[in-house]
């Protein structure tokens, strides 16, 4: 049996249109921005030690991008709906006044089958002083959705920093699914 918990009840299943947007990096895949993806509005982010900043990538049409900068920042971005057609997640991402040591954490809260919130680190990645696309993040839980009852799984994502300096800080923006569809 098949539980429903919070993580469910909470999914935005709604993406933006899908597009190349990592084209410029020889990405051929379309993207679809997660929900809350572009920063314009945080309202259902979770912040801790961390702000919505004007400086953006130079990449897209948004216009903030989120500061990450002491020892404990974290943001959680809103749960969204992923199934087998969403495997990996990119963003955009910058380390201001650093010496390239600090790294991002990245991690996919999800719902279980037994309706429990579970944690899985996908990824930790070394940031450049200038924006740069993340390397493309599987998402791997995704392929629970084809055991659920309703074809998708709940997830969310926990950017967490390590080994920043004083006066250093990571930028995020632009934080895009990618539907493997788009591979056919």
């Not at 539980?3 to 020889?26: H, I, M, N, Y």
Request: glycine share 10%.
């Amino acid at each position: 049996m098949v539980k429903t918990g919070k993580l469910a009840e909470a999914a935005d299943c709604r993406f933006g249109d899908s597009g190349q947007v990592f084209l410029p990096w020889g990405d051929p895949a379309s993207y679809s921005l997660a929900p809350q993806g572009d920063l314009s509005d945080t309202s259902v982010w979770s912040l801790k030690n961390a702000s919505v900043s004007p400086d953006h990538d130079p990449f897209t049409s948004g216009k903030n991008s989120l500061l990450l900068a002491k020892g404990d920042s974290e943001a959680v971005t809103p749960v969204m709906c992923v199934n087998v057609n969403n495997p990996t997640l990119r963003l955009f991402l910058a380390d201001q006044g650093g010496n390239g040591k600090a790294t991002l954490q990245v991690e996919v809260i999800y719902e279980g089958l037994d309706g429990h919130a579970h944690q899985l680190s996908v990824a930790n990645l070394k940031v450049n002083k200038q924006w740069q696309p993340s390397v493309v993040i599987p998402i791997g839980v995704n392929l629970l959705a084809a055991a659920s009852a309703n074809g998708w799984t709940p997830v969310a994502f926990d950017f967490k920093v390590h080994g920043l300096q004083k006066g250093e800080a990571f930028s995020l923006d632009g934080i895009y699914v990618d539907p493997w569809a788009s591979h056919n």
